[in-house]
């Protein structure tokens, strides 16, 4: 089992920024894919940034030159850095991993509990 906690979120004017922390501990041998995930009220869960193991990113088209995800791959610890916000942002980001574990082959995917970010006007 993987348990993902995020921290880092809260309330920020438009313009302003924030920075999320999500942290991977348990049992397992090694994490390929993290990510973030946003949903706002009456609104699909979307993605928002990726990064793989090796530090490949990707991001969604809302948030690309805004926003950069980054990992400490030694402390199991995925970073989403928020500029430039605006009130479209607000929504609960949640943290996802793919982990692996020892003696299984394929990937687990685990998500975190959720943390809100409030962008006001």
């Known amino acids: 089992q993987v348990q993902l906690v995020e921290s880092g979120g809260g309330l920020v004017q438009a313009g302003g920024s924030l920075g999320l922390s999500c942290v991977a501990s348990?049992?397992?041998?090694?994490?390929?894919?993290m990510r973030w995930y946003r949903q706002a009220p009456g609104k699909q869960r979307e993605l928002v940034a990726a990064?793989?193991?090796?530090?490949?990113?990707d991001y969604a088209d809302s948030v690309k030159g805004r926003f950069t995800i980054s990992r400490d791959i030694a402390s199991n610890t995925v970073y989403l850095q928020m500029n430039r916000l605006v009130p479209e942002d607000t929504a609960v980001y949640y943290c996802?991993?793919?982990?692996?574990?020892?003696?299984?082959?394929?990937?687990?995917?685990?998500w975190g509990q959720g943390i809100q970010v409030t962008v006001s006007s």
């Open positions: 996802y991993a793919d982990a692996l574990h020892y003696g299984v082959l394929e990937s687990r995917s685990y």
């Open positions: 348990g049992r397992f041998s090694s994490i390929s894919v």
């Open positions: 990064i793989t193991e090796g530090t490949t990113t």
